[in-house]
């Protein structure tokens, strides 16, 4: 198959030498392609794909969280499509997320665990299948699977993308293999981009994947939303203060990591101030909001918007100081929740909320479902489509999570859990530190540790046995290491951390 002047084969080869370079094994990566079973009566309809980058989970209007952000055109989607309201991703960090969102996979099973790792020979992107079942597809955005490289991948008939992170302004993409300079603000960019592609006259179905470089940091607002939160008054979450209440029982490595590039105390090492960041990020949520709303304005210009389906999800949450943290990485739920909406008028009755647990994994067999095939049995996410369209089906009890350790950020430690809809253990690997449990329906922001409450020790064991099973039935039993590549955000503030206990206090 010939991609923009590159064939599969010639672009895996690429892929291994990288591979190869960083030191990886290629064991856990095969995902065979599979012929796909086609579903009788199925009609395969549009498929818009928008992703943002660091978007949390309640930072939209209809959340309600933040009082002063408007997202009309979220909260529009929520209203006349569908919530997904406990939607996870397997591991809260950029590369990780949108490998397990390409490819259907945990981040042990398709290798890209950290974001230095480029893709490995052997995995396949869902949009590959969407084009075998006859789909037109595009990928427009941010990749960042590898940092090296902005070349058109497998699977995309059309690619407008850019190295690595992008810039906000002033940025150059690669546009089906030649550079092109930005002019405007990168959201405002791929947004034309995506709205000139859906206008094009075709008479296949067609599959957008919109991948927004917003809302990273470093955050630039579009010029005209900078300052628009300037003036308005923040509410700090109560776990940022530096207290002994807001510790006891906390692991020592969140009160340590207060006081590095990812902590308040010494946030970017300096660079930024709470505030500021906390109103940028707003400001430049907004780009993506108005991107939604383009996107679903042409729909409708071109006939399309009753039988296509849209989402619009983060690939991974962020923490605006809870337990004195900022970004994302570990397990809490500002970090491993992600927003999700769903819209297509077809199959979703307005208003619709799912409260089941949803993970990035499920983003492709939904994809293919919708497409009118059964997704590939290398799979491990499901088809979300039965519950959007409010149907009566199992669904699975808890959601599992994994983050490895990185080099370039040592101040989060390696880790493992699972969530329920009650409950939420934390396991952390490799160092002398507290597990946690959660009752997260009785207490959502993580302040009381109950692990070594005797009367959770039942739970925690069975907890614990369903972590590993999980891991040994998807061959995950082993930590992949990659060789320490990039610089390191690894410095400490000038505010000391005092010493503190755990354990001693709860038993
Ligand atoms: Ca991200």
Redesign the pocket.
């Known amino acids: 198959m010939k991609q923009n002047g590159l064939t599969r084969r010639s672009f895996l080869r690429s892929a291994g030498v990288t591979s190869l370079a960083l030191g990886m094994t290629t064991a856990n990566a095969a995902s065979k392609r599979e012929k796909l079973a086609k579903i009788p009566r199925a009609k395969p309809r549009n498929v818009i794909f928008i992703l ?3 978007h949390r989970f309640d930072f939209m209007g209809f959340m309600g969280k933040v009082k002063f952000l408007e997202t009309p055109h979220m909260d529009r989607m929520a209203r006349e499509g569908a919530h997904i309201q406990n939607a996870f991703v397997t591991t ?4 990780p ?2 490998a397990s969102i390409l490819t259907g996979q945990f981040s042990h099973t398709h290798g890209v665990v950290d974001n230095n790792t480029d893709i490995q020979p052997g995995l396949v992107f869902f949009p590959e299948y969407l084009q075998q079942l006859g789909y037109e597809t595009a990928f427009m955005g941010k990749w ?1 699977m590898g940092h090296d490289s902005d070349d058109p991948r497998p699977g995309f008939d059309k690619w407008v993308s850019f190295r690595g992170q992008g810039e906000y302004y002033n940025g150059t993409l690669n546009v089906d293999g030649k550079k092109v300079k930005t002019t405007q603000h990168i959201s405002d960019e791929l947004t034309d981009n995506a709205v000139a592609w859906m206008k094009q006259d075709r008479k296949k179905p067609f599959f957008l994947y919109l991948s927004h470089k917003a809302v ?1 940091a470093m955050f630039e607002p579009a010029k005209r939303h900078l300052d628009r939160y300037k003036d308005v008054p923040l509410e700090y979450p109560a776990s940022m203060a530096d207290t002994e209440a807001n510790y006891r029982c906390k692991p020592r490595w969140v009160k340590e990591q207060r006081n590095s590039w990812h902590g308040v105390d010494y946030m970017y090492h300096g660079q930024m101030d709470f505030d500021t960041f906390y109103r940028r990020y707003c400001e430049t949520l907004l780009s993506i909001d108005d991107s939604i709303g383009r996107v679903m304005d042409c729909l409708k210009e071109i006939g399309q918007d009753q039988s296509t389906l849209v989402f619009y999800m ?3 949450g ?1 923490c605006f100081g809870e337990h004195g943290l900022i970004d ?1 990485r570990h397990m809490y739920e500002p970090s491993m929740r992600v927003p999700l909406l769903a819209y297509c008028p077809e199959v979703i009755k307005p208003g619709t909320k799912v409260p089941q647990l949803v993970q990035n994994i499920d983003i492709a067999p939904t994809v293919l479902e919708a497409a009118g095939a059964q997704p590939p049995q290398h799979m491990d996410g499901r088809s979300i489509l039965p519950l959007l369209a409010g149907k009566e089906t199992p669904w699975r009890s808890e959601v599992f999570y994994e983050y490895y350790w990185e080099a370039n950020f040592p101040q989060t430690p390696t880790t493992f859990g699972v969530r329920t809809d009650r409950y939420k253990l934390i396991h952390y690997h490799g160092v002398w530190d507290t597990d946690e449990l959660y009752d997260v329906q009785n207490d959502p922001d993580e302040r009381d540790n109950l692990i070594d409450k005797p009367e959770h020790r039942t739970l925690v064991a069975d907890l614990r046995r369903r972590m590993y099973d999980w891991l040994e039935k998807t061959d995950g039993m082993q930590i992949p290491l990659r060789r320490e590549v990039g610089g390191r955000s690894d410095k400490r503030g000038p505010k000391a951390t005092t010493e503190f206990k755990f354990h001693q206090e709860s038993r």
């Open positions: 943002s980058d660091d809260a960090l950029c590369s997320s949108r960042h990273h983060g690939d991974n962020f994302k």
